[in-house]
């Protein structure tokens, strides 16, 4: 049996650690990072949503592309409202030595 220090051996298990945490927080920082860019997108449809509008004219014109493009930006807002809502991810749970 060999003696091992247990200086030493602490010093590892708080490098451990260390990496530990660095990752759960580097996870926690890149969901965070998707959610915040969820929101944005949200935001660009909701604004772009508000800007289709039926053109008034006595022209002919095919009213379902306005329709359809409406529709798609709701669509689109509604799967990322549930994308949010749902949540990340679980996180990687630390190894508590």
Request: with cysteine; proline share 5%.
């Amino acid at each position: 049996m060999t003696n091992i220090d247990p200086e030493v051996l602490i010093e590892n298990l708080r490098k451990e650690r260390i990496v530990d945490a660095k990752k759960y927080l580097s996870q926690a920082y890149y969901l965070d990072q998707r959610i915040d860019a969820k929101i944005e997108q949200i935001e660009n449809l909701r604004a772009l949503a508000a800007k289709i509008t039926a053109a008034i004219t006595d022209m002919p014109f095919n009213h379902s592309q306005t329709h359809q493009a409406m529709s798609e930006a709701i669509c689109k807002i509604i799967d990322l409202q549930n994308e949010i809502a749902v949540g990340p991810p679980i996180l990687l749970p630390l190894n508590v030595r």
